[in-house]
């Protein structure tokens, strides 16, 4: 059955580390987003992209960055760590036909 | 940009009564408005939808409301049952571009036996 799984799911890092957290889905489908999910935010929205070698910023994308450099793929890059992005982050793919956005499992990142 | 305000936070109800839950939001070109629901340490997962060319929208024991005018739309659930206990987000989005969604704060909702 076609899915979206995230690795890893937990991950614990020290303040100014690289961190890459993983997004694999195998829809097919050309539009994908990465959220983080923080109390009393809901989810906000890091980085999108509609298909391949296609990357846009979202709301807080401030100490992130993601590459597409194929459909299946969006990794999200912590550049240097900061405790403020201790955070649950999902994973997100839609075909962008009938709207509707398949979440990943989710990554429970912690910073020290 | 779009905001999407959603109320209440918090929504303790008794089983079998009924829930509403309301958001607004701020930009008049938005047109698609789903809903999710996540339950504890799970993902969220969409339970309805509507677009701006209809105004209510039914599916068994949930509805959802639209009004472009005063631009809200309102989630219903009928009938509550313990399963319901979750938090719901509301969300919206445009036709154009990637379809990203703006989503409200997240309501908990607690059906009490």
């Known amino acids: 059955d076609a899915e979206i799984t995230q690795s890893p799911r937990h991950k614990i890092t020290e303040t100014g580390r690289q961190v890459t957290l993983a997004c694999h889905q195998t829809?097919?489908?050309?539009?994908m987003f990465w959220y983080r999910q923080d109390l009393g935010h809901g989810l906000r929205l890091i980085h999108y992209?509609?298909?391949?070698?296609?990357?846009n910023k979202g709301e807080v994308s401030d100490g992130y960055s993601v590459s597409r450099s194929n459909t299946e793929d969006l990794p999200l890059t912590l550049e240097s760590a900061a405790s403020s992005q201790t955070s649950v982050y999902f994973c997100?793919?839609?075909?962008?036909?009938?709207?509707?956005?398949?979440f990943g499992p989710g990554t429970r990142l912690t910073v020290t | 940009g779009e905001n999407v305000e959603q109320h209440p936070s918090t929504l303790s109800v008794q089983e079998g009564d009924s829930a509403v839950i309301k958001c607004t939001y701020s930009?008049?070109?938005?047109?698609?408005f789903p809903w999710y629901k996540q339950e504890l340490g799970k993902r969220p997962q969409l339970i309805i939808d509507?677009?701006?060319?209809?105004g209510e929208k039914k599916d068994q024991r949930i509805a959802v409301t639209l009004n472009k005018t005063a631009k809200h739309f309102s989630l219903h659930i009928t009938e509550t049952q313990p399963e319901d206990s979750a938090v719901y987000f509301c969300?919206?989005?445009?036709?154009?571009?990637?379809?990203?969604?703006?989503f409200g704060q997240g309501t908990r909702l607690t059906i009490n036996p």
């Open positions: 997100a793919s839609s075909d962008g036909t009938s709207r509707e956005q398949y």
């Open positions: 930009d008049s070109a938005s047109n698609y």
């Open positions: 992209s509609y298909g391949v070698q296609d990357t």
């Open positions: 969300a919206a989005s445009k036709v154009q571009g990637a379809q990203k969604l703006v």
């Open positions: 509507i677009r701006s060319n209809v």
């Open positions: 829809w097919n489908h050309n539009n």
